[in-house]
């Protein structure tokens, strides 16, 4: 493929991961607190050529010289927080978060080890306590253990009930004695930077050790109470994907993907004009 088409032929390879990624957030705006990615694009290098002997050109309204470059690229494609509708569902494990920062910290031991992720999934459940059968350990949707103060899994006796949020980010429960009891807090997690955010898939994220990027863990994350300014029990966050927004881009990727198919197809009718020219 000669220089002609090359800016075109790799403009194309970027729009399509553009594309693939509106594709993944309309396939995603139905899960609970998804937050859809959205790409920008720079120039890729170029070159400015100035060789005309004649510099003011009379009528000429573009800059003088020629500009021989290599097309578009995906600068960034980054993770948007704007909170989603909150939905009122009734049901006392249901959770969400009313600042966009903040993520519940989750335990994901689906490797085998143990690992600290972040979500925005709210819609918690009881499952069965490894350590302590009979006993019950909050989860999300995913099985991801939720953690509380220090880091620990909220943990409830067996026969816990009508679970409730206290203003100071407690969680009660009544047992089956009819006595009330603290059950544990759960623990948000502000992050600070979150474009460092690492998607695991789903709705789970990861954040880089901060060796590795020369920044203390505390410039990365803020740990905070569950409280009931954070905190909407009963609730759930619907992801901030609009449909009509992400319908809307994809037309228009696909308009310029077709652009660019056209330069190339021209540029290859050129090039054939050229050669049989020459012939």
């Known amino acids: 493929m000669n220089s002609m088409m090359m800016p075109a032929y790799n403009t ?20 609970i607190g998804y937050k859809r990615r959205e790409s920008t694009f720079s120039d890729l290098l170029f070159q400015q050529i100035n060789n ?60 085998g080890a143990a690992e600290r992720r972040y979500s925005k999934d709210g819609n918690f459940k009881m499952s069965e306590n490894p350590e302590a059968p009979g006993s019950w350990t909050l989860v999300n949707s995913s099985g991801e253990y939720v953690l509380g103060e220090n880091g620990e899994r909220i943990n409830m006796p067996a026969g816990a009930r009508d679970i409730t949020l206290l203003n100071n980010g407690q969680l009660t429960a009544v047992l089956e004695d009819g006595e009330t ?77 077709s652009f660019n198919a056209r330069a190339i197809t021209q540029g290859d009718q050129m090039m054939g004009l050229i050669n049989s020219v020459r012939g």
């Open 52 to 111: 005309q002997p004649n510099a003011n050109q009379l009528g000429r309204r573009t800059p003088e010289g020629i500009r021989q470059g290599n097309g578009a690229g995906i600068a960034q494609t980054a993770l948007r927080l704007e909170q989603g509708a909150l939905k009122q569902t009734d049901r006392e494990l249901d959770f969400a978060i009313t600042d966009e920062d903040s993520f519940f910290q989750v335990e994901n031991t689906a490797g």
């Open 181 to 257: 009891a603290e059950i544990g807090s759960i623990e948000l997690a502000r992050i600070l930077k979150p474009q460092l955010l690492e998607n695991q898939g789903g709705n789970s994220y990861t954040l880089p050790d901060p060796a590795l990027l020369d920044v203390a863990e505390e410039d990365m994350i803020e740990l905070q109470p569950g409280t009931s300014g954070l905190l909407q029990q009963n609730t759930l966050e619907q992801s901030n994907v609009d449909m009509g927004q992400e319908m809307t881009n994809l037309i228009q990727a696909q308009r310029n993907y």
């Open 12 to 31: 194309m390879g970027e729009i399509q991961k553009q594309m693939d990624g509106i594709t993944n957030n309309l396939s995603n705006s139905n899960q």
